[in-house]
């Protein structure tokens, strides 16, 4: 069995008409896994994080603000989202959701969220609709677990993981990679173990090389005991917000070498599905949907 993470409040959030962030994606994966044929009994359900979790490892004043609605407007608006109960109570399990599938993958060898990959959040703020950074909890939860010592992050989303680069900085234990698009949010790019900026346009054979180029030289850098990955499918050719050319069929070979690499390693994998901002949903679930296929959930 491979484990797979949801909770219906994953796409219960009432946002502003147009707004940009595809809120209804995570119901409709949920709705493909189960038409294409995953049974109930595979999902798992998170609880919400507790507050104390969360204040063991990012700026305890943030946390309290930002989860009793007193965070300054600014701060919000650099998030992304209006306040309300609802966004906390919401991210409040996403987050839990990506560490209930990382203690999935140690004990399955491979587990997936139907959410997840949160990297623009800081210790102390939250930016590009992300408020907890939830790769960094995750792997900080896998080294409770006896003989997980070193996590691999993996992070192929078009957007290069800045708050998760940023909290793993001083932490020997945590290897961050990012692929992204060089002309891309954010702008003021953070220094990750690896960073390689993709340019504006870039098709699939460009892009499938340098992943995997970069994938084996990290197995040759970095002993992990496990690997989180973000499998954000914002490099997509027809995504609204990512600015390559990767096709659908790239998309599907990007995320087959990453479990390659896990299973050649020998170590448990925990994925994320990232980023995506098609307006189309059942495009976008389609684009999302290459991971599960990789994964050989369907």
């Not at 998030?79 to 560490?99: H, K, M, N, Y």
């Not at 939250?126 to 996590?151: H, P, W």
């Not at 078009?158 to 900085?169: E, I, R, S, W």
């Not at 059942?282 to 290459?290: E, F, G, K, P, Y």
């Amino acid at each position: 069995m491979i484990p797979l993470v949801f909770h219906p409040i994953y796409s219960q959030l009432k946002l502003p008409e147009r707004h940009r962030f595809p809120i209804d994606k995570y119901q409709g994966i949920r709705n493909a896994l189960s038409l294409g044929g995953v049974p109930d009994d595979v999902f798992f359900k998170p609880v919400p994080l507790a507050i104390t979790e969360l204040e063991s490892h990012f700026d305890k004043n943030y946390v309290q603000q930002l989860t009793s609605g007193t965070l300054d407007k600014k701060a919000m608006r650099r998030i992304g989202f209006p306040w309300s109960d609802q966004l906390i109570e919401r991210t409040l399990t996403a987050v839990a959701g990506t560490c209930l599938t990382a203690e999935l993958a140690l004990e399955y060898g491979k587990a997936l969220n139907l959410t997840g990959g949160y990297h623009h959040a800081f210790a102390d703020f939250g930016s590009g609709f992300c408020l907890f950074n939830d790769l960094y909890l995750a792997a900080k939860a896998m080294q409770k677990k006896k003989g997980i010592d070193n996590i691999l992050i993996i992070d192929l989303d078009v957007h290069q993981g800045d708050g998760t680069a940023k909290l793993a900085q001083n932490d020997v234990s945590i290897f961050t990679v990012s692929i992204h698009g060089e002309k891309n949010f954010p702008h003021r790019k953070q220094h990750s173990n690896i960073d390689i900026g993709m340019i504006k346009g870039c098709e699939d054979d460009e892009y499938l090389d340098t992943v995997q180029e970069t994938l084996a030289m990290v197995s040759m850098q970095f002993q992990a005991d496990a690997i989180i990955y973000d499998a954000g499918v914002d490099i997509h050719i027809n995504d609204d917000l990512g600015l390559l050319n990767i096709s659908t069929e790239g998309v599907s070979a990007r995320d087959e070498m990453v479990f390659a690499l896990a299973e050649r390693m020998g170590v448990p994998i925990a994925a994320v599905i990232g980023g995506g901002y098609q307006r189309d949903i059942d495009a976008l679930v389609d684009v999302h949907l290459q991971l599960y296929k990789a994964a050989g959930v369907i």
